[in-house]
């Protein structure tokens, strides 16, 4: 599967895909430059490569590698977990991360899932915003979550087969 490409705000060519095990490099430079805390080691991240219960998608800005989504799945579940999205510093504020998710539900969908949850800082304002816009709606918070102990946010979006790519209903 090769997602269609999508002109970024910036103006170049986005471009999102499976990543593979060829991909561990640019995504674990992506994970370094963009958490100080709650970062995936190099060998979980190959782990999430290669796991057939995981989509890893990788976005491009022409040749460069902008950022990435982890999504993952359990048999028998409709639900699917946006489990990680990062996207590198340098390309933020380019719609790099509102294609990762719109990339992401796609999959979700393709693999027959009816929605996506996630776990968010609730001091991330940026990430809720990024959220919001693609459907997200809170529905929980887990106290304590975060190596920190900052809670999370819990959010969800329900998918709709008509709006894979776009906010569904």
Do not use: H, W
């Amino acid at each position: 599967m090769t997602a269609p490409s999508a002109r970024a705000k910036s103006g170049a060519d986005l471009r999102i895909r499976p990543a593979g095990p060829a991909d561990l490099d640019a995504i674990d430079a992506i994970e370094r430059l963009s958490f100080q805390g709650d970062r995936f080691a190099r060998r979980n991240l190959g782990r999430l490569l290669k796991s057939a219960s995981v989509c890893v998608l990788i976005a491009t800005a022409g040749a460069r590698p902008a950022g990435y989504a982890a999504l993952l799945f359990r048999k028998g579940s409709t639900r699917a977990r946006l489990y990680s999205i990062a996207v590198d510093p340098q390309a933020r504020g380019r719609g790099v991360a509102d294609a990762l998710v719109s990339a992401a539900a796609a999959c979700a969908l393709r693999r027959g899932a009816d929605r996506i949850r996630l776990e968010m800082r609730p001091s991330n304002k940026a990430a809720q915003r990024l959220y919001e816009r693609a459907g997200f709606t809170v529905f929980d918070r887990k106290p304590g979550y975060y190596e920190d102990g900052e809670d999370a946010v819990r959010m969800e979006r329900r998918l709709s087969r008509m709006k894979a790519g776009g906010r569904g209903a």
